[in-house]
């Protein structure tokens, strides 16, 4: 069973850094991209970027570009969402999300929450 | 790459049957049988509910089913219960840079 873990619930300050996790089991991990969601507070799903642990091919979303960054830890099937300094505007839900092809699996989601 | 378009909001009563339509272009929803749709309360990961246009996961309800024409899919819900009630989202294949396009989400309310 394809399951995805991420880590717990986040409080911060602006100006903060976090990198918040998701790990990955029950396939095989280098051979599917995966990605994050954010939900902002009432507002709609958006893809934030994604990443092939194969061969570390990266690629985001032209309103996250430069505002995170991905990565994986293929020896421990873990994927990370990272913030050098946070913001208020970062307060939100986050989604892992495994692209298996036809069928995409979901991580449980992490909410941050960002004080100013 | 924009958005998929929903209704903001639809609502029907038990026992109603109600239609949510997703409309994208010829780059995606339209040239790609990939179209996925997701049930979410807030708070919790979204519920696969369609994948592939029409096909169901095990363990949803055949009360629910999907349909596509041109650039435009739809899911239906049929005999609606009180726990349909939630935001839905569509999600196709896209060829952009995530490979994935969602809608912009459609709240539905039973009445």
């Known amino acids: 069973e394809v399951q995805l873990v991420q880590s717990g619930a986040e409080v911060k300050k602006a100006g903060e850094s976090l990198k918040i996790s998701c790990k990955g089991s029950g396939y095989s991990f280098a051979s599917y991209w995966i990605g994050w969601v954010r939900q902002m507070p009432g507002k709609g799903l958006e893809w934030m970027g994604i990443f092939f642990p194969a061969d570390s091919d990266t690629r985001y979303s032209p309103s996250f570009q430069g505002q995170v960054t991905i990565s994986v830890d293929k020896s421990n099937s873990t994927a990370y969402l990272q913030w050098s300094s946070l913001q208020a505007s970062d307060t939100a839900m986050y989604y892992c999300?495994?692209?298996?092809?036809?069928?995409?699996?979901w991580g449980q989601g992490t909410l941050v929450t960002v004080s100013s | 790459q924009s958005a998929l378009t929903q209704p903001a909001s639809v609502s029907g009563s038990p026992g109603q049957s109600i239609t949510i339509s997703c409309t994208g272009t010829s780059s995606d929803v339209g040239s790609y049988n990939l179209v996925s749709w997701y049930q979410h309360h807030p708070g919790k990961a979204p519920k696969l509910m369609i994948y592939e246009v029409t096909k169901r996961p095990s363990g949803v309800s055949n009360r629910f089913s999907g349909s596509k024409s041109g650039n435009t899919a739809s899911l239906t819900i049929s005999g609606l219960q009180a726990e349909d009630e939630a935001d839905y989202y569509c999600?196709?294949?896209?060829?952009?840079?995530?490979?994935?396009?969602f809608g912009g989400g459609t709240k539905l309310t039973v009445l």
């Open positions: 999300v495994c692209l298996g092809g036809t069928i995409d699996y």
């Open positions: 999600c196709s294949y896209a060829p952009n840079s995530t490979f994935r396009v």
